[in-house]
């Protein structure tokens, strides 16, 4: 049996389809030890042995022991992602035995009142890991969630479920770009705060004295949120001098 330094081997254990591309994968428990809003590498094996792989943000929390979970979107030319697509239960995979990302609770200034979990696409992975961890203290936590179509908003039984056991504490906005949708915010993330229309639907002002900001998804709503945030008095994170604002790029 071939071994793979840095990775176990594991079965998928279940594959569930949202839409045409985005996928979650469930695979079995490995030795893996992780802080919740972290991510972990998933590869697969080509014909010759090499192990093609990349990473992926855990969906699930760390105290869950039916296995790992992984929210992911095909590239249809990509080396692994499609591949991912056409596992089925009993299949083996590699899943990477160290985790990496600041997304976590690590890094909430403990005078943070109102966090901002903010994402596109697949980026809500490690935001629904931090909140089924029961991770996050602040008073208010605020869990945006932008993508194209209606039909990419994934995880709607888990979200809502989360806002039953928030009891107050969590709000959820979705935003559609491309298509109006009842009860949805529409365009973009930065825009709607730049409006001031997201703020508006939460009932939450942004303020460098008691907001904190996390973002996770693509470059570009990345770097253009950042300046929003700035706008609005918000300062990048850094380790000596603090802030508000930390990110996760996605590729």
């Not at 300062?235 to 790029?249: D, F, L, S, V, W």
């Amino acid at each position: 049996m071939s071994s793979h330094t840095g990775y176990h081997r594991a079965q998928v254990v279940e594959r569930v389809d949202w839409t045409d591309e985005l996928f979650s994968l469930r695979v079995s428990h490995t030795p893996l030890d992780f802080v919740a809003g972290q991510f972990t590498k998933l590869g697969l094996e080509t014909a010759d042995g090499e192990l093609i792989s990349r990473a992926y943000s855990l969906v699930n929390a760390p105290d869950t022991q039916n296995g790992h979970e992984f929210l992911i979107t095909t590239v249809p030319q990509g080396k692994l992602s499609p591949s991912l697509q056409a596992l089925v239960a009993g299949d083996s995979i590699w899943v990477g035995d160290s985790a990496h990302g600041d997304l976590t609770r690590a890094f909430v200034p403990e005078q943070t009142q109102d966090l901002w979990l903010l994402a596109t696409g697949t980026g809500i992975g490690p935001f629904l890991s931090l909140l089924q961890g029961r991770q996050l203290a602040p008073r208010r936590i605020i869990l945006v969630h932008g993508v194209r179509f209606a039909r990419d908003l994934a995880y709607q039984a888990l979200i809502h479920k989360l806002l039953n056991e928030y009891q107050g504490q969590l709000s959820y906005h979705p935003v559609v770009s491309r298509e109006p949708v009842e009860n949805t915010l529409q365009g973009r993330i930065p825009a709607l705060i730049d409006s001031a229309a997201l703020q508006d639907a939460a009932g939450v002002r942004m303020s460098p004295q008691h907001s904190f900001a996390m973002l996770c998804g693509n470059p570009d709503m990345i770097k253009d949120t950042i300046k929003s945030l700035q706008n609005q008095g918000l300062e990048r994170y850094r380790q000596a001098t603090g802030g508000n604002i930390i990110h996760e790029r996605y590729w």
